[in-house]
Nanobody, 124 residues
Framework: QVQLVESGGALVQAGDSLRLSCLVS????????MGWFRQAPGKEREAVAA????????YYVDSVKGRFTVSRVNAESTVYLQMNNLKPEDTAVYCC?????????????????WGQGTQVTVSS
């Protein structure tokens, strides 16, 4: 059974940085394309970033370009999301997801496995 566990969420101030981690177990991590999604209260879940299995291609939603960086270490079965210059509008539950097909996609339907999420709160 594939399991994804996120960590690293916290309460921070605007302008601070955080690094989220997602550890994948029970599957072949190196074969998965990985994505980060977030859902703020009262809003739909949106794709934040994604990375292909070989890290050759990445995707970012426009609102985080230049501030967030997605990376992975296949030997550790872990994908990271480095978030810099955080803004109050980044406040959300962040979750990671794994896809066995496709590319570095922002399409939620492309993902087969999901984590429970970690809370990121950015105060102004």
């Amino acid at each position: 059974q594939v399991q994804l566990v996120e960590s690293g969420g916290a309460l921070v101030q605007a302008g601070d940085s955080l690094r989220l981690s997602c550890l994948v177990s029970g599957g072949a991590f190196s074969l998965y394309n990985m994505g980060w999604f977030r859902q703020a209260p009262g809003k739909e879940r949106e794709a934040v970033a994604a990375i292909t299995r070989d890290a050759a291609h990445v995707y970012y939603v426009d609102s985080v370009k230049g501030r967030f960086t997605v990376s992975r270490v296949n030997a550790e079965s872990t994908v990271y999301l480095q978030m810099n210059n955080l803004k109050p509008e980044d406040t959300a539950v962040y979750c990671c997801a794994a896809s066995v097909v496709g590319s570095a996609s922002g399409s939620q339907g492309s993902y087969n496995y999901w984590g429970q999420g970690t809370q990121v709160t950015v105060s102004s």
